[in-house]
C-alpha cells in the first residue's frame, strides 16, 4: 500500500471518529469517559493517530453505534 493511500485511510477514520461524537452530541471528554479510555486517545483517534480496534468498539459502543470496517 502506498503512503498515501495509508493516509487516506487514517483521515476517513478519524473524520468518522469525529463525526460520531458530535452527532452524538457529546464533548471529547464526554465520550472518553463513556468509552472507557482517555481523553487524549479519543484526540489521538479524531487527528488520525494509530487508533486499535479495540478502541473503535469502545468508541461506537458508547455512541450506540456498531463498528464496521470494509475493504474494497
Do not use: H, P, W
Not at 463525526?19 to 463513556?34: D, F, H, N, T
Amino acid at each position: 500500500m502506498k503512503e498515501t493511500e495509508d493516509s487516506d485511510i487514517s483521515i476517513s477514520l478519524s473524520e468518522a471518529v469525529k463525526s460520531v461524537r458530535i452527532k452524538a452530541g457529546l464533548s471529547q471528554e464526554k465520550l472518553a469517559k463513556m468509552a472507557g479510555i482517555s481523553k487524549v486517545t479519543l484526540i489521538k483517534a479524531e487527528k488520525g493517530g494509530n487508533t486499535g480496534s479495540n478502541v473503535l468498539m469502545k468508541i461506537a459502543k458508547a455512541t450506540g453505534k456498531t463498528l464496521q470496517i470494509r475493504f474494497k
